[in-house]
């Protein structure tokens, strides 16, 4: 695949100024700590949002940074962990007085370095919490700790922002936060790999007529490769570890969350929801809100990942309050 | 390119299904006329928009139906125009009583089959208007006629539709609409075809190394082919026809819809964003609101198009009221 880009040593500082441009009322953008800023005014006493992760995954995060959602986020390099410097200078910037909620997807590099900000601001008396974010369904329970953080960081950030906005203390919003990661699984498939603007290469091979089941995000590979199936044996392959896991019965009541990995069309990827859709409503599942389109994504990977929130009263009144960053926008 | 779908010829419906399970409260799709209708009550008295085109550019135009854009939608195969049954059946639904305006791209079916609907209702009293989007800036003004409808369909669906939503006559919001046309021009480059869902195969070839620039929507070819550049001269190449044709002067404001073509990942968008904005601010024109996004896309092209409207305190008041579809939303 080929890239619209400059200097490949650029595209991540080139993406966020374009971003901070285009969305000037809702995000700032500090070249110098390379962070993105919420512009919105904080009242004083909010707990402040902190997330950050390796770049090539837009809009995560930083197209999840204002009103109800980040304070700030730390985009790393393409794929790999901001350093703990960024990660410090976003969280002095989020720190309303009430200390900061650090949302953490499980991938060795994040889990160290904002770990490692963490021991040295807490030093300093911020007092910080962390959720870790591992939703990955396509690793067995005894292999939970090898389980990647995946859509359920967007659904996290939407409902633990809500939180936080309607002053809710830090404590709170921490188990809230953590409540939205057990009750929340995904499962991702890969249609083709992605190419790192660095290298210029794929990150593996596809040959086609064969699909990647079990992806993450960074152009790793799944587990396993399968012939490739019509679209309602995919929704099946999708669903069904993430409806195990979740133990969901009839009458439970789903937030899913379809993202494209970024190369999948809007009418493929629709296609897929109605299918995965048609699946929930025979089991007795009633799927109340959804968000299908580019929400986590692998650079022009193509494929999508599924997450679907076993929800509840609270979490569906926080889901639907007020947001708005550059990704995520409604009733504001 | 793989697809993730099910029977070629279900693709469209099966899209269509899925986008009004996701937006219960925005659309509704009928199978049977195979089109799009809005949720929201709409006044009596409001003039109704409909648009329609071929499939495989979503999210035009079924994503824009809602609450300040369209009344309803007709989408016709992939890449095919919709036919007269579903306009005629489209306009029914969007008739409050004060007439209807046709938002209709300047491709051979759309203006015939268009044409046929309108010809046939208003021998039944039906009130019709027509705005021909030919924005294409990449054919030269002797060659006004084969100017494609590309961007400025979003602009005037959003900009006519504010008008419609506080009640203006029909006249009055066609002639907006043509004045958003007038005022718009729309440049597009290509770094890969795209794939169509019936035959599986790309539309055309590109070498790596090269991409096409003047291209539209529907997987054609541009006007030439030309080693790729880095991102700066990508931006130059796409905005130097359309400041020209706009003649933007030191002073002027612009609204920017920069859109991807299906593929092209937000990290490499925003990158374009970044350049196409410096080269306008540079040149003293002020881009005053902007879209970065999957707006108006090809199928799994790589590539942008980019749209440029050169606003004015009407049009940008209209710009911000309030919008409720599934692929627009702000203020609602």
Redesign the interface.
């Given at each position: 695949?080929?890239?619209?880009?400059?200097?490949a040593t650029t595209?991540?500082p080139?993406?966020?100024?374009?971003?901070a441009?285009?969305h000037p009322g809702v995000v700032e953008y500090d070249p110098v700590d390379r962070i993105v800023v919420r512009r919105a005014p904080a009242a004083p006493g909010k707990v402040g949002l902190v997330s950050g992760g390796g770049?090539?995954c837009?809009?995560l995060h930083a197209?999840y940074v204002g009103l109800g959602m980040l304070d700030a986020a730390c985009p790393g390099e393409?794929f790999s962990s901001p350093v703990p410097n960024q990660i410090m200078a976003a969280t002095r910037r989020a720190d309303h007085g009430a200390g900061v909620l650090y949302v953490v997807k499980n991938f060795g590099g994040e889990v160290m370095n904002f770990g490692l900000a963490a021991e040295i601001l807490r030093r300093e008396g911020v007092r910080i919490e962390k959720v870790l974010v591992d939703d990955d369904a396509s690793f067995p329970p005894e292999l939970a700790a090898r389980r990647r953080g995946l859509g359920a960081a967007v659904l996290v950030e939407k409902i633990a922002g809500a939180a936080a906005e309607e002053g809710r203390p830090l404590d709170d919003v921490a188990a809230l936060a953590r409540r939205v990661v057990g009750r929340s699984r995904t499962f991702g498939v890969a249609?083709?790999s992605c190419t790192h603007p660095k290298t210029g290469r794929r990150t593996f091979d596809l040959p086609?007529?064969e699909?990647e089941v079990g992806v993450g995000i960074g152009g790793d590979r799944g587990h396993e490769r399968r012939p490739?199936p019509?679209?309602?044996e995919?929704a099946d392959v999708m669903l069904k570890r993430i409806i195990d896991e979740l133990e969901l019965r009839p009458g439970n009541q789903v937030v899913v969350l379809l993202s494209g990995l970024?190369?999948?069309?809007?009418?493929?990827?629709?296609?897929?929801?109605?299918?995965v859709?048609d699946r929930l409503v025979k089991q007795g599942v009633e799927?109340v809100r959804?968000?299908?389109g580019?929400y986590i994504?692998s650079?022009?990977s193509?494929?999508?990942l599924l997450t679907v929130l076993h929800a509840d009263e609270e979490l569906l009144e926080l889901w639907d309050r007020p947001v708005h960053t550059a990704s995520l926008?409604?009733?504001?």
């Open positions: 695949m080929q890239k619209i880009m400059g200097d595209v991540v080139d993406y966020l100024r374009g971003l441009a285009a770049s090539g837009e809009p197209g393409v249609l083709s086609h007529g699909y490739l019509p679209v309602d995919i970024g190369a999948t069309p809007a009418i493929e990827l629709y296609g897929l929801f109605a299918a859709r799927p959804s968000l299908v580019d994504t650079l022009d193509q494929g999508a926008r409604w009733g504001a």
